[in-house]
């Protein structure tokens, strides 16, 4: 007679995956603060405005980067929060401790930290200014 599997190992292992899938979502949500800080420190540069009168050439470089980081922010946070939420639908539909047991757990501040983050990324890039054409070559 064989004992059936504790389902101790099973949510073991999926505790496992969610530890990996956090740990993973961490560096795409540094990344992502780091280039919204970024982002609001060269935004205030440009709005207090530069001694003299900067060339179109440089501040078509400077709206470039700001919608740079803050693509780069968007895309950051998005990814650490997918990742964070994979690892949440992970615990709670694979394991006994069910789906919303699993988002009330230990890490929904940490997924509320990231929503927010999103949606300031979300609101840094819809702001940013849009980069100019590059000129025509004929």
Do not use: C, K, W
């Amino acid at each position: 007679m064989s004992t059936p599997p504790s389902p101790g190992g099973t949510d073991a292992l999926f505790g496992v995956v969610q530890t990996a899938l956090t740990i993973g979502s961490a560096i795409p949500l540094v990344l992502s603060v780091v280039a919204l800080v970024l982002f609001v420190r060269m935004r205030r540069r440009l709005s207090a405005g530069l001694p003299g009168t900067p060339g179109t050439r440089r501040l078509a470089d400077d709206s470039r980067r700001l919608h740079d980081l803050a693509r780069v922010s968007l895309l950051g946070a998005a990814f650490g929060l997918v990742l964070l939420v994979i690892g949440q639908l992970v615990v709670g539909l694979g394991t006994t401790q069910g789906l919303a047991a699993a988002f009330a757990g230990p890490l929904a501040p940490v997924t509320i930290g990231a929503i927010v983050l999103t949606g300031l990324a979300a609101v840094a890039f819809a702001t940013s200014p849009a980069p100019p054409a590059p000129p025509e070559r004929r």
